[in-house]
């Protein structure tokens, strides 16, 4: 084969063997083009929200960047399942931005999925849920497609990157957890790359938008802070195992679980 039909293989491979991110071909059909979104230019009183929004795309990105990070180990995940479902263990979406999404008109919760907002359909266009343009700015729109569209790109160089291991795998060569990660990694790689894609994206026009009131461009930004995420105070145990019955009797016959808030603080 010559150079050029090597290339094309591989990216047929790449087509054959492209995982599903959940970003290509399960976008709803009702999902509109960038253009058609209903979106709003962000102003001095969107950079709350959009604060609020970089954090949680740093925290996703963190937690994505954990899971790759134990995909190369022997207990790591082993489909692109158990990567999502151990990213979902690592991450919770700050509630304050959740519950932006919640205010676009005609929200349905059975329709409007938080954790599906946008995608790219075969012909390698983003589209996007009317309801998430309504709920957010521009800025946090535009961030979001470029997120989507890296994941193209990336998607495709890492299964041609990995063509020598897909072909050893599944001619035999090569098996165990090696061939299973190939995948789960294509994954992760792909959300660590889109991730910092789409937050680069949204910290510059951030820090442009605070430095320039869109009202007055002379103008650095005033706003005032959302306020911060309600936390139930941390409940630690009591010391002794005659307190500690004491505090299971209580919850027995009070209902509640203070432990549970004790817990959840543990765990972030
Ligand atoms: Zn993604």
């Not at 150079?3 to 094309?8: E, I, P």
Request: glycine share 6%; charged share 15%.
């Amino acid at each position: 084969m010559n150079r050029a039909s090597s290339s094309f293989a591989l990216i047929v491979l790449a087509m054959i063997a492209c995982p599903r991110t959940g970003h290509a071909e399960d976008v709803a059909a009702w999902f509109v083009p960038q253009e058609s979104c209903p979106t709003r230019p962000c102003t001095c009183d969107d950079i709350p929200m959009m604060d609020a929004y970089l954090q949680n795309q740093k925290d996703a990105l963190s937690a994505w960047s954990s899971v790759k990070a134990d995909i190369t180990t022997p207990t790591g995940p082993t489909s692109m399942s158990d990567a999502v479902t151990s990213f979902n263990g690592r991450f919770s979406g700050d509630a304050r931005v959740l519950a932006q999404f919640k205010t676009c008109p005609g929200y349905d919760a059975t329709k409007n999925n938080p954790n599906k907002v946008a995608g790219v359909t075969k012909f390698g266009g983003a589209v996007l849920d009317p309801c998430f343009c309504a709920a957010y700015c521009a800025d946090i729109v535009n961030a979001t497609v470029v997120h989507e569209m890296m994941h193209v790109p990336t998607t495709i160089a890492g299964v041609v990157g990995k063509a020598d291991l897909i072909i050893a795998c599944r001619l035999g060569v090569l098996t165990g957890h090696i061939c299973n990660a190939i995948l789960p990694d294509t994954l992760a790689t792909s959300e660590v790359l889109s991730y910092t894609a789409g937050i680069n994206a949204l910290e510059t026009r951030l820090d442009h938008l605070k430095t320039h009131d869109p009202a007055v461009p002379e103008l650095s930004c005033t706003w005032t802070p959302l306020a911060p995420i309600a936390r139930g105070p941390s409940v630690r145990p009591p010391s002794g195992f005659f307190a500690r019955v004491a505090l299971l009797w209580r919850r027995v016959v009070s209902g509640g679980s203070p432990m549970a808030v004790a817990s959840h603080d543990a765990q972030r």
